[in-house]
């Protein structure tokens, strides 16, 4: 039975909602409910009441989405197992799994960690830690307590486990390496592995570490990392890479991971009769490709010719091939010549872009001589012939300029140098015709149609993105990276592949639902949705502030993101 009462209190009225049963024979009240006074009954009626003192805002759907899926891969289990300590604030494992979903959602300097620690929902499940748990030197001493052998054994267990649940399809394997260049001092005898090399984002001036990484194509998911000296050679290193991955692979497969036959895809920079004798010793399934002029008599049949055939796929609808078995690089391959429309328009207006360039500076050049020639520039020393073909070098350095742009230098009768250039347009529409929009694609899979190894050689494009993702100065997971000795860097390595992992995992399921949205879009949509809890007045003989939580309004697509996920909000377990 339920009642009203009204209880009166320093001769003022309250009233209680509440709760009467018999029990052991008497009637007794089982629970109330404080109401108050008349009037604040009145305003809980017409929708008032006391307004919130104020609220806190926290990430949830990141946070929330990327712990699920560290659960699932029990990243922080694993990590234990191998670099166990004391049972003493925060393990080893949950000071990665932190660096790891850090780097996933906005990478911070462990510096200001807390700051952005304290400000997601993943208070609420790494309870022991704090500001003082969360500093720069906490994380150092535990990335410490991992060397670079035991990073590898964790990772391996944690991709075993992936493997088993997620039944992942390894029949198509991409592999690529880049770079990041650091700013470690010159000086610095601490750390072998930062060199100085050719660096890809054009940072040639700064010590950089190579990463190398093999990733499948079913959800995009890193399977094999390794970090190595800057200055090493993407050729030289190939084949180490493929000797540890090769033995990864076994163990991998020893799950129930679907492994019809596994296809490494690779890029023409890792080209070498070694490298493919090496290959074949490993008896693994390949695609890759081979430079245009390695093969010119392929490269320079016309694009009209009868040979090339339109490709039946619909993602191959502006794409038309042929191909041919050759003896390459020590054993018969086959070579699949494709032209596509699409390549073809793009390099067609880099080919008028790069023409554009070169014959403004070369007219430039051009006019300055004869102004020196008609006494215009006296100051300075006559350039000597020599030192203007060697500028006439540098200008057409760019492909394909020196075929199409001919150029002429002489040295006039005051010893003034004259020089003269034509653009050779029936080199341009050789060019157009033959080697534009052309790739000759390399494989030992006999047994595919054209359709199928073309498909598969453009699948590199995962790897290729998996790296701008990687680079990118708002989404990206390796920068800033304030490490110095190769140990460290290593295990910065590890948690920012762990944080590939988690995101390709949620991108997986995603796509397995069938919902077809970019990655970004993804983080973007997750990242928008915040808790926000609403912190009242204390009532009279409260101890804490009354608190209530609830999540900001969720789009349609939300929505389906968070049901596909399974992602709900925790009950009962107020933050603040």
Known sequence: MERLEAKKINGRTYYYYSKWAWVE??????????LGNLENIAKAVEGGGPAPLHAEVFQWGLPTALWQECSSAEVIEETDKLCPKRDQGLSTGEYIAIAAINRAISPNSKRSMWEWFSKTTLVRYFVQASKTALTSQRFWDHMDKIDGNTVLSIWKNILKKVGQRETIDLSSVSYDGTNFYTFIDTFNSRCQIAKRG??????????????ALFCCADGHIPLYFDIYEGNRNDARQFPLMLEKFHDFLNELTGSSCETPQTTLIFD?????????????????NFVGSVKLDEHKDLAQTPND?????????????????????????????????????NLFNAQWLTLQNDITKATERLSGLQEKLEDRFNGLITKGRTPSVGSIEK??????????????????????SNNVPRLEYTID???VNYLANTYLGKNIIISNRSDWDNDKIISSYRSQFIIEDVFKEMKDRNTGSWWPMHHWTDSKIKVHGFYCTIALLLRALMYRRLKKAG???????????????REVVNIFPRKRKQKTEKKQSVLTKSSEIQQQIMSILSLEKVKNDILG
């Open 305 to 341: 010719d009868p040979k090339f055939k339109s490709c039946r796929a619909v993602e191959l609808d502006t794409t038309k091939a042929f191909r041919e078995k050759r003896e390459v690089y020590g054993k018969e391959r086959v070579l699949v010549v494709s032209y596509n429309q």
């Open 268 to 284: 023409k920079g890792n080209n070498s009769a070694k490298n493919f004798a090496f290959l074949d010793s490993l008896k693994l």
């Open 25 to 34: 024979g008497k009637c007794r009240r089982v629970w109330q409910k404080y």
């Open 198 to 211: 050719k660096n890809k984002q054009g940072r040639s001036n700064l010590r950089q570490v190579s990463y």
């Open 425 to 427: 347009n029936d080199a």
């Open 515 to 529: 919902l077809n949205i970019s990655m970004k879009r993804l983080l973007t949509e997750l990242d928008s949705i």
């Open 391 to 412: 500028q006439c070098q540098t200008i057409l350095r760019r492909q394909h300029m020196k075929r199409v742009i001919g150029v002429a230098v002489e040295k006039a």
